[in-house]
């Protein structure tokens, strides 16, 4: 490791400069890879910071796979294989991330289900909808009718990109050209508008255990959908190559429904097979990276995609509300063009009000400051709930997996033969409903874990504090 | 022909009831084919109405196509095939038309055009705008989150399918079922899901000249596009025939651009077509049947057919705003299984807020009050445009056609030698934009006239009546 020199830090905050300096010497190979990295104390010490810095700024660099952390020896820099272009591959990090998800759509009726852990929410926090209609009332009073009432282009209102693109700057530490960005109705339509433009790959790789709609989405573009299975670090990179696709569908941010981050070394990976040919694609869905309840976002593929190979995807559906429809992709600029001559006789899906009115809302930081209030209030949530089912009776034989990166987590527990259906029918007669894991697999082996334990996916967003200490306690007695 | 029984019309007006009993008649062969109907005065004294009544039935008749007049000669019935089930082929008539239209979408900039006929009002009327904000502040005044931030199924929100299937039947005489209509954000995405659904057809029929986004998207999403030419009386079933295709995308009550309506002898024998294969479809694009100027509107192909054959196809884009993005279809019965089969996975592209104004605003009559306000202003631009343009010094040497059907109209010059080219091009330098009926087809010759003259596809919609006679004013050293 080289020199760390504290008065280069302008404002950033301590463990952000120490993140950042660690991070991009190990990208760029002054720290080498496999080379141990001082111990906690040790840089403490030796840069006059306290260790609580030091702790914050090293789990960071785990949590994102730069270094790894090994009991007992103490923490050492990744090997990452080499990006497809290393000038271009410094990632841009930052403190927040854009977007929402895609989730909590039309659900079945659920019976006596009272605490629904197996859906997220059905309907928009009150702070979402409280922004939304204020925006609406806003643009109405004060926009002309020839902003609300004309057809936008087909990307989408130029007001709306702008703001969108600023927003991910200050948020995600993207860079992004606003002029590449596509509004859409929902990630569905935009699914839609990749598979149009990626007809010719013929079929698409998708994360399994994953999001269905994102394949059936898909499937009903004519696409031939493949099912990648997952390890520790993310999309196995074997099955992707061996399954003959040129384009991957990947939530690198915060998987769903396992709730894992894609390493660093996996991310480079990735790239690096998108790089090897001309016409292979990355579709990097970043559905909730808006929503990390800890730490830091992990950087988006899309930032360190030097060879324009990623089309990256967000959404407003977690943050806001599905039911406002408003998503957006960023095209590389490697489809640009093709997007124009292909796609550029389309309509924009999204009204002109509704574009207005959420430019409106991110550049005077309402919306920000929503978010920021909403991941306070999920982080208080989920405290809540993972708490109440440690602290109980069963909290010996459960796990919580993945509880910092989005508003969803994994619940593992020892199977003691019921199985996760069975666990998941017992749940629903306690009143609470639970999704196996194996619930959002298309193949059953790609859910199966190899320590025994049943897998639920936990989606909180739709409880309070106070529900979810209720949902705890009516959990007891299954678990 | 048998006889009428005044006694029997019930609520009707005289010229209706007289206009559904000869239609009924001839439908059903108790007036046979090529058989010569009494003359106007004839009737008007047989039974004893005046002959004003009977020449606005008939005129209904004959722009219908169930009479034809010829010159000199009288009234004929004409020769209709026959329908796939005549027990339910009986249209129902009514005299006003749901939907809009799909056409006034991204515009290029027009340079020193002070009056652009070329495209459509590229903002909503001051009326719709008005409604639109009425109905969205009443909304979220009234509706509580729970219907307003809650994502609504795959085909839309029931209570604005419902109001939807009331106004057709009110306004359309059409009787559709509330759930099998599908709301999409606009009639492309409904394109889009025609074609998702259709896929195995391989290809698909479109009128030429057409809507170029139709096209488009049906190209886009993969199917194979064939172009058929048009006749007097809709698109050239001889073309259809041959062209192999199983789906066919035609504009019946109003054919854009030529402004057309289908004869209700092609429309049969489209049905019949139809009919004649399993897996062969029609889609009705309806878009702006809402907007007839004069007379009744023409019953909608899906009303008379029986084989469920047909995908009804409509837009709020014409009577309200393109910039809002609501547009419907309905599906028959034959497509409502594999819908949900196919394509129930879909998340809704329409924001339920918006869903919601829109029932709103067709529940309390305020959609449909507008309307007829709309249609009565566009109706005095029209007559300000072609009255001026008629009686000018150039009047002798230009026709207007399909000036009632709708808003727009076919301009028909005598052509000097300039050609359609020529002729816009003169128009541009006039501050006029005129776009030549040739640049909406793909195959020169299916626009080509018989008659030697040139023609322009006049869409006055963005014009106000001062407006209007000033650009007539302008076409006068043009034309």
């Known amino acids: 490791m080289q020199g760390i020199d504290l008065d280069k830090r302008g404002e950033l905050p301590l463990y952000e400069y120490l993140y950042r300096s660690i991070r991009d010497q190990v990208v760029d190979g002054r720290i080498a890879s496999e080379e141990r990295l001082p111990s906690r104390r040790a840089l403490a010490e030796r840069l006059g910071v306290s260790v609580v810095t030091v702790e914050g700024a090293y789990a960071q660099l785990v949590a994102e796979g730069y270094v790894v952390a090994r009991p007992r020896r103490g923490y050492?820099?990744?090997?990452?294989?080499?990006?497809?272009?290393?000038?271009?591959?410094?990632?841009?990090?930052?403190?927040?991330?854009?977007?929402?998800?895609?989730?909590?759509?039309?659900?079945?009726?659920?019976?006596?289900?009272?605490?629904?852990?197996?859906?997220?929410?059905?309907?928009?926090?009150?702070?979402?909808?409280?922004?939304?209609?204020?925006?609406?009332?806003?643009?109405?009073?004060?926009e002309p009718d020839d902003v609300l009432y004309r057809m936008?282009?087909?990307?989408?209102?130029?007001?709306?990109?702008e703001a969108i693109a600023a927003h991910l700057a200050r948020s995600r530490g993207m860079s992004v050209n606003p002029e590449r960005i596509v509004i859409g109705a929902?990630?569905?339509?935009?699914?839609?508008?990749?598979?149009?433009?990626?007809?010719?790959?013929?079929?698409?790789?998708?994360?399994?255990?994953?999001?269905?709609?994102?394949?059936?989405?898909?499937?009903?573009?004519?696409?031939?959908?493949?099912?990648?299975?997952?390890?520790?670090?993310?999309?196995?990179?074997?099955?992707?190559?061996?399954?003959?696709?040129?384009?991957?569908?990947?939530?690198?941010?915060?998987?769903?429904?396992?709730?894992?981050?894609?390493?660093?070394?996996?991310?480079?990976?990735?790239l690096g097979w998108a790089a090897e040919k001309p016409g292979r694609f990355i579709v990097e869905d970043d559905y909730d990276c808006e929503l990390r309840l800890a730490g830091r976002p992990i950087p988006a593929l899309a930032s360190i995609d030097a060879a324009g190979s990623v089309v990256y995807l967000n959404t407003f559906s977690k943050s806001l509300s599905s039911a406002l429809r408003i998503a957006y992709l960023v095209l590389p600029a490697s489809l640009d063009a093709a997007f124009d001559e292909r796609l550029g006789f389309l309509s924009t899906t999204v009204p002109a009000i509704d574009q207005v009115a959420l430019a409106r809302a991110l550049e005077s930081g309402a919306y920000e400051r929503h978010v920021a209030r909403y991941r306070r209030d999920m982080r208080e949530v989920r405290d809540a709930l993972v708490e109440g089912i440690l602290d109980g009776p069963a909290g010996s034989r459960v796990r919580i997996e993945e509880a910092d990166s989005g508003i969803h987590f994994v619940l593992a527990v020892d199977d003691d033969g019921r199985g996760e259906r069975g666990i998941a029918s017992?749940?629903?007669?306690?009143?609470?409903?639970?999704?196996?894991?194996?619930?959002?697999?298309?193949?059953?082996?790609?859910?199966?874990?190899?320590?025994?334990?049943a897998r639920f996916v936990v989606q909180y967003d739709g409880l309070s504090e106070e529900s979810a200490r209720a949902a705890a306690r009516a959990l007891e007695s299954v678990l």
Chains 1, 2 share one sequence.
Not at 152 to 161: D, E, I, N
């Open 426 to 453: 017992a749940a629903r007669g306690a009143g609470v409903g639970l999704a196996p894991l194996s619930s959002f697999a298309h193949v059953p082996e790609h859910a199966a874990g190899s320590d025994g334990r």
């Open 186 to 270: 929902g990630a569905q339509v935009l699914y839609g508008l990749v598979a149009q433009l990626l007809r010719e790959a013929g079929s698409v790789g998708v994360e399994d255990p994953g999001y269905a709609r994102a394949s059936e989405t898909y499937r009903a573009h004519g696409l031939d959908v493949r099912y990648l299975p997952l390890d520790l670090e993310g999309v196995s990179s074997h099955a992707l190559r061996t399954s003959g696709v040129a384009v991957a569908h990947v939530m690198p941010s915060h998987q769903f429904p396992t709730g894992r981050v894609m390493s660093v070394a996996r991310r480079y990976e990735l």
């Open 76 to 142: 050492y820099a990744a090997s990452l294989p080499s990006p497809p272009d290393m000038a271009c591959a410094v990632p841009v990090a930052s403190d927040k991330c854009p977007g929402e998800g895609l989730l909590a759509e039309d659900r079945p009726a659920t019976g006596a289900v009272k605490y629904d852990l197996a859906h997220g929410a059905s309907v928009a926090s009150s702070g979402a909808a409280r922004l939304w209609e204020r925006s609406l009332r806003d643009v109405i009073a004060h």
């Open 152 to 161: 936008p282009t087909a990307r989408g209102v130029p007001r709306l990109r």
